[in-house]
């Protein structure tokens, strides 16, 4: 059976990756699968066809013969629990693993979506310059506690799970914005994530449908 | 063994039932399991002991035996896993109930709590009477889209799961707001969920806890 996620025929980002298909690559690259992917345009998102698929009308959505599943989360998940590479067999590692996938996505990312949000969406309001520095403060309270918790270690707990992609997929979000730069641990545990070869072949893959979507340059 | 869990001490919601201890404490009741509660100051929330427990120093946190866990999502997931009643056997129906797990806490609260944040810790800040019209507009659009998809269904996806748990946990913190009275086939669904004997054991549960800790009335 086939593989088939969706991502964006054009995402946003340009290519820096940050979309969540690069999330789901990644983990196919890491537990070995070949997957196809469906671009979407933004208009076919709010379509019935799409929403069937995902309620949400975003992207990724994941289809293996007569199973359709959307959330990154969960579909991270699927993956981890069906193959080899992404949870550790024990039990007890297993379920603080599993644990750090939601950290990642119910802690530590809702106060950097703030972030971005007020930084795009409502960065033409005159509240926005105020504002700022309160959501980078409760960004940093995260940070500091991540930090303190990670301290020296190479992933958050002991070999490299499901946990740590979506962790380091949730502060590569960061990048632009400088914040990671105070805390060193953090900023390597990301580089860490970013040298495995599987998430480089997924950044490439999803850079590759951005390359391929721009006008040939004369 | 005995399972532990943590709540607060002095609920800032004072007992109705929004603090995340009370979503664990609904799963502890459906799949039938006992368990302590372990009161934590919110001074003692920020101390070592605590933070060895929860990095982020937040409650609920789940001991058995040696392994502890904290993130709401992922020891509701422990439970369900472990014990019958808030997953289906059936591999599909399991991913696509875990599916709308992560979809609550990754897709429909994050607006939701941004709404919180406005009303509550900006309450005194100029510009949140023109921000919340904007951000209640963004909480409209997952609510319109996820009451598309429930239609006339009682549960999100066949029989009660984990994911209706958490789903109706997360609408329930929209009811002083008036928001979900737009949406009859929402109201209704969280009404179900309430109306649940372990739910409703859950929520006497904290409100115990919240009504011990006011002084006697003359």
């Known amino acids: 059976m086939t593989i088939t996620i969706t991502a964006f025929e054009h995402s946003p980002d340009r290519g820096q990756g940050l979309a969540r ?35 949400f009308g975003q992207i990724p959505t994941y289809e293996d013969g ?12 699927h993956l981890a629990e069906r193959h080899a590479g992404l ?5 007890k590692a297993r379920a603080r693993a599993i644990t750090w996938m939601f950290a990642a996505l119910n802690t530590v990312e809702p106060p950097i979506l703030e972030l971005t949000t007020a930084r795009i969406l409502e960065s033409d309001k005159p509240w926005t310059r105020e504002r700022l520095p309160m959501i980078e403060e409760r960004v940093h309270d ?34 632009s914005s400088g914040l990671l730069d105070a805390y060193p641990n953090l900023a390597a545990y990301v580089a860490r994530g970013e040298a495995r ?6 950044f490439a893959a ?3 449908v951005y390359t391929a979507s721009q006008p040939p340059a004369d």
Do not use: C, N
């Open 21 to 55: 298909d690069t999330r789901v690559r990644w983990a196919l690259e890491e537990v070995g699968q070949p997957y196809e992917v469906r671009l979407v345009s933004f208009r076919a998102l709010k379509e019935p066809a799409h929403l069937a698929l995902h309620p």
């Open 66 to 77: 007569d199973l359709s599943l959307f959330e990154t989360g969960a579909i991270v998940f």
């Open 142 to 175: 995260r940070l500091k506690q991540l930090s303190a918790r990670l301290g020296g270690a190479d992933w958050l707990d002991g070999a490299f799970s499901a946990g740590d992609l979506m962790m380091v997929s949730v502060l590569l979000r960061l990048r």
């Open 87 to 91: 949870l550790p067999d024990e039990a």
């Open 206 to 208: 999803q850079l590759a």
């Open 197 to 202: 070869p599987a998430y480089q072949r997924a």
